[in-house]
């Protein structure tokens, strides 16, 4: 499915991060930004932005909530998937209200990786219905 779709990795642990690339370019994505803390998320979404954003939800400086709000108000159609280790009931709920678009629980699988992207980039579903 991928086309080549370009994709923002923000996570603030590099091996997380550089796992997620992999993936990312295994898959055919063009990863063209990567961000370690919220802040820096949405100055690089300004500067490239990219048709879909990766964001871990726990991050330095401004959480992963925070920023995809930053994001979606800077632009009502980005397309964010919000990913985490933490509680997922908490998780869903905040990632709908910041206005993301599905979610990767860590840890996560390649095959889960790629067939959450897909489904959000080719479906354009709310959250709710992302299976989350």
Same mark, same amino acid.
């Given at each position: 499915m991928s086309d080549h779709i370009s994709v923002m990795v923000v996570d603030d642990h590099s091996g997380v991060r550089d796992v997620m690339c992999q993936? =990312? @370019?295994l %898959? %055919?994505?063009? /990863?063209v930004a990567k961000a370690v803390n919220g802040v820096e998320a949405v100055e690089k979404y300004q500067r490239f932005r990219p048709e879909l954003t990766v964001m871990d939800f726990t991050l330095p400086r401004k959480n992963g909530f925070d920023a995809t709000r930053e994001i979606m108000a800077l632009d009502n159609k980005a397309k964010v998937i919000m990913c985490s280790s933490i509680d997922r009931e908490a =998780? /869903?709920?905040a990632a709908e209200e910041a206005g993301a678009c599905g979610i990767i629980f860590k840890p996560f699988r390649c095959? @889960? /990786? =790629?067939e959450t992207i897909d489904s959000v980039m080719q479906a354009q579903l709310p959250l709710s219905y992302q299976g989350c």
């Amino acid at each position: 499915m991928s086309d080549h779709i370009s994709v923002m990795v923000v996570d603030d642990h590099s091996g997380v991060r550089d796992v997620m690339c992999q993936i =990312l @370019e295994l %898959g %055919g994505y063009d /990863v063209v930004a990567k961000a370690v803390n919220g802040v820096e998320a949405v100055e690089k979404y300004q500067r490239f932005r990219p048709e879909l954003t990766v964001m871990d939800f726990t991050l330095p400086r401004k959480n992963g909530f925070d920023a995809t709000r930053e994001i979606m108000a800077l632009d009502n159609k980005a397309k964010v998937i919000m990913c985490s280790s933490i509680d997922r009931e908490a =998780l /869903v709920a905040a990632a709908e209200e910041a206005g993301a678009c599905g979610i990767i629980f860590k840890p996560f699988r390649c095959n @889960e /990786v =790629l067939e959450t992207i897909d489904s959000v980039m080719q479906a354009q579903l709310p959250l709710s219905y992302q299976g989350c």
